[in-house]
């Protein structure tokens, strides 16, 4: 846990400093979504890197809990938490439902199953106007506890900061024990693990259920914050945004997952500069990144670093 | 102790093991030898639950463990090691021979997560018993190295310490001298005496047969997927079919 | 009631033989490499992109056709050569990310050079639509079963007849073995991206005159042509073509009995279905791993 503290403090230092040089509103948004979407991208990795396993379709759990969020709170008036859970529960029944026929598949067709999935899930909430908007979308309330609401920019960012302090703690721990162990051998042997007494099929379930869970309590939370909801939050590019916050960032790396996600929610505000171009510009990053950095940005600078030190 | 009745796996039209029946006593040294193609890994395959038998039985301690999947195993004491390398190359050495030991340790998600008392505890335990482990077997200057970094021999021996740190019963070794050299292979050797000194009762696929000569207290020898003969080393180097299948004028 | 059948079916057919050409790019690249392309989509786009574009610059329409579906096909090579083969042996999530920036990159060049507009190509031979026991058909749809048909003939007797066809399936059963023998893989590798860019295109430019073409227009045909590929078990031929008609007519149906706003969705309904019950997919073969 030694070099994961260093890390954990280095973290918890930045998003204490940063509320000092954010200069105006909008910076404090970037911040904030990146903070949710690294918590997305942190689950996802568990279950991508760390398990080996791939899902195309993430979004669409994202969506269950936004969407979820939405109608409970706007059209029968719940309160944002009972709904927030509401939906994380829902989530995770599907989650469990669909886990053991999917995660018996490997590679390509498994990465098919998700992706179905995935696109099944934003194809019902783009068609089902009547509760969900939709592809006009809907708005969301604000998110608070009886008459106390989160409001402004700071609020939301606090909420955020310690979202994200939370899972990652959480997640360092998981890889530290034997749970964690039992993951990482399932990608390096499935079968080794399995006469070591590893039930497999239970750890793919599990880390399944719980990166779905918590992608769907930052829709939540996501959706409450924009106060908007649109069907591309569960779509097909969404989830191949997310998995490559995952790859680029660095697979098997907790912090690799919050520097890929930093990057890419901050690319697309840089490249509005180039009208139109964004798409292009994405793909090509997309490309050059994995074809040189392969183990993603984390991984392959510690590995340059560590060199150096030898 | 270890008790296979008439197995039989075909695979398409390819009858690998046909009507085998064996029995291996507690604390002994079993070994199963046989040409190329015999049957002798998909032997250990349908043993450890890693294939599905066709037809037969395997009785472990009266209990029938036929097709059962191989962390049922594990929970009864089963452990193996595989002739193809089967190391976890993305994690360390020693983190690899942890997860031998993960049935005895808490393993629950929640409880990682949360870092549970007696989890960290737990897990240093562990930590120690497996260094220990990788000295037992002679991998001990590896300790602090990933798996990636390690020789194939010392890769080997790596997953005799995970199947060890199971602290199994019966402990299936496949093929454990595969790829080794003259010395390496006598390293192996003593390592086996030494764990079956410990009370483990061992089963292993071998090709080099001074080594098996050496360490078994019964050997069986297959052909084409079906028991050739079976007996003591002297019994078996004796057998005059096993001499035309299979050895040949060596030894 | 036999009519509206026939209408449907009819309407099915020639849809999944477009997603049938789609399919047998995607199973062409994955023999070859064991990679899922997809940008494959993309490369049907870019067909009918650019077919349009050249014919409305003045270009006759059958040299436009072919220069179109030279300009993919070189799109496609370029693709292996400069994202597939410099990652050389990745990971699979690897692979697939690449192929995924690929297509936004094709996709990025359409959208910035070509706009974002939809665009039909005339139909090849008149709109004069055809009736068959009380249902229609218009002539381009013939065209399209008909070219899909000859294309799979053409192939059979490619990887049958030739010797380049069998060196592609000889790859694909053991890329090592191939190599020894003296198959030059590389070659193999970049013909393979080329002919399924060229597949691609083909089928895009034949759909743009029933349901027009655009710079996104890949996106939805390259995922229900990884379906198809997948319903009929990625690396059969014969699977792939059985998968993209089966998956055409399911969504026909769909969309005329059950709910024409769900129709998008059966393909991914249908996988999932295929994938929990048959996991090698209708032509697949059972693998186990060898320990």
Redesign the interface.
Known sequence: MKKSFRGLMLLAGVLVLLPLVLPNAYYYDVAIRVALNACVAIGLNLLIGYTGQISLGHAGFLGIGAYGSAILTGRFDWPPIAALLAAALATGALALLVARPILKLKGHYLAMATLGLGIILSIVIVNETAWTGGPDGMPVGGFGLSGWQIAGERAWYGVAAVLLMLVTVLALNLIDSPAGRALQAIHGSEVASRVSGVDTTAFKVRVFVLSAVLASVTGSLSAHYVGFLTPGVAGFFHSIELVTMVVVGGMASVFGSILGTAILTMLPQLLSAFEGWETLAFGVILMLTMIFLPRGLVPSLRLKLGRGKK | MLTVDKLCKTFGGVKAVQGVSFTIEAGTIYAVIGPNGAGKTTLFNLISGVYTATEGEVRLHDEVITNKRPEELARRGMSRTFQNLQVCMNMSAVENVMVGAHLRLNSGLIAGMLRLPGVGRADKTCHDEAAALMAFVGVGQYVTAHASQMPYGALKRLEIARALAARPKLLLLDEPAAGLNHTETGEIGVLIRKVAAGGVTVVLVEHDMKLVMNLSDRILVLNHGSKLAEGTAAEVRANPAVISAYLGASV | MLSQFLQFLLSGVTVGATYALAAIGFTLI?NASGV?NFAQGEFMALGGMAAVFLANAGVPLPLAIVLAVTVATAVGMLVEK??IE??GR?????L???T??????????M??FLGKGSHALPPFSGEAPIAILGATLLPQSLWVIGVTGAVVLMLSWFFGRTLTGKAMLATSYNKLAAQLVGINTRFILLLSFGLAAALGAVGGILIAPVTYTSYDVG?MLG?KG??AA?LGG?GSGAGAVAGGLVLGVAEAMTAGYISS??K??T???L??LI??FL?QGLFGKKA????
């Not at chain 3, 990745?90 to 690897?94: C, K, N, S």
């Not at chain 3, 995924?100 to 060049?109: E, K, M, N, P, V």
């Open positions: 994955y899922i400069l994202a410099p990652a990745a990971e699979v999530v690897t697939i990310i690449i995924i920036g690929a297509s936004l990159t094709i996709r990025g060049f959208q910035v996106v995922l990884f379906v997948t990625l706003a769900y998008d969705a393909p991914f309904v996988i999932l994938l929990f996991p186990t791993d060898r320990v």
